[in-house]
């Protein structure tokens, strides 16, 4: 099936995009703006290449343009070889997997500057699978700090995308539920949590780990450890670009 991928597109009205409600932060929709998620990144652009062991490569694009504050405490933990030897402390099928604590028992980690920080939410950026984003404690407001999940997700359809839109005041733009309904997601985690990268080789990886047994508070078994986590410039000519074949890597049919 071919996925025909959406014409990036900047505007000032980004800034008014995203409100606070009573329920937390969430998205209101003003205009149709752009989905990125499955958008290539530019020739030379930095990227993260996350070295699992016995796994493999991932490939991750990241959106400083969106959300500098996100990528530059990513990118800074990453070179600093903050992520280098920690696990996959939290694995649950269909729905995503999560690292990025020193502490391995989702308690620890801190950001590049120490702490926490908001990193904020795009509403150009969504929870389809291999979304990059931060793992936090308090989902009422965006304060992130080291950890961070790959969502694989589970299908979705238009009933449930109206029902989040009724309950919780998440407002979904046509293309939205287009990827939603075709590729599926975590389209509840929306306006909640820093979405600012998206994988664009590996996803096959993502689905791998997401499959390991689990014991209690969903830990592998078995230890799943990251090697390395590092940033390169982006060659197009060597990244397996996958939504062509997405469904098959997924399982989810459209």
Known sequence: ??????????????????????????????????????????????????????????????????????????????????????????????????SGDPKGDGTGGESCWGGKFDGGVSNQLIHVPGALAYANSNAMTSTDGSQFYLVTGESVNNALLDTLTEQQKIYFTQEARNLYTQYGGTPYLDGSYTVFGQVIDGLDIIFQISSVETGA??????????????????????????????????????
């Not at 995009?17 to 930095?46: H, M, W």
């Not at 903050?82 to 995503?96: A, C, K, Q, T």
């Not at 830990?219 to 939504?243: G, H, L, M």
């Open 1 to 98: 099936m071919k996925f025909k991928l959406p014409v990036a597109a900047v505007s000032l009205l980004l800034l008014m995009s995203t409100v606070l409600t009573g329920c937390g932060r969430k998205y209101v929709q003003l205009q149709d703006f752009p989905i990125l998620n499955y958008t290539p990144p530019a020739q030379g652009d930095e990227i993260i290449v996350m070295t699992v062991k016995d796994y493999g490569e991932i490939k991750i694009r990241l959106f400083p343009d969106l959300l500098p504050e996100a990528c530059e405490n990513f990118t800074t933990l990453a070179n600093s070889g903050y992520y280098d030897e920690l696990i996959f402390h939290r694995v649950i099928p269909d729905f995503m997997i999560q």
């Open 217 to 254: 508070n969903d830990k592998p078994k078995k230890a799943v450890y990251i090697e390395s986590v590092r940033t390169e410039p982006y060659d197009n000519s060597q990244i397996r670009w996958y939504p062509t074949d997405y469904e098959t890597i997924s399982g989810v049919q459209s």
